[in-house]
């Protein structure tokens, strides 16, 4: 219904309108049926990119300069639930988490590089490419904090935890994540060189 109505509208304005209503509507009807919030609206851009891309691409780009608002008010419900007294006491849950999140991306991006034959430099490389976290982590752990809320004051302590080790290593990780990225990067040699460096390259040979 999404994908029809996009052929008849030409202003940005009003696909912009389009786009945030059939995200609204997901969202309403997965809470009415009691899917998820997130795998619903993943499955609408899933089914729209992959249905008349070179139509509907261009609405991905109309929808992310209304993104930042969102996710400024996103991550503000997330530290407004964040407590601060349960950090110390989860700072080995916090430890484990961070390394076996980062040990099972790092392996199975090895592997999976391996199994699929891809470039030596994606084998070595692309697990420190894999170290941020932010969006889905967290919109799973509140997703969590919800239905664990069901089950009383022990569901909701327990939710509780899943946000805070969430969103404290989420911030560490945003920390390591991006030099990381960049390390692989380079070291893949994928980071092209600006004009000067280019030019002090072709001198030198």
Known sequence: MLDYSLRFIKLKDDKLVVNVGAIMLASGLAVYFDFSLILTNMALGLILTNMHTDRNEPNFDIVKAFVPPIYILFFLFVGARLQLGLLPKMGMIGLLYVVGRTAGKWIGAYFGARVSAADKNVQKYLG????SQAGVAIGLALDIYQHFSQFGAEGAMLGHTVINVIAATTLLVQI???????????KAGEIPLNSNEAANTGESS
Do not use: D, N
């Open 176 to 186: 390591i994540g991006p030099p990381s990225v960049k390390y692989a990067i380079g």
């Open 128 to 131: 420190f490419a894999l170290f």
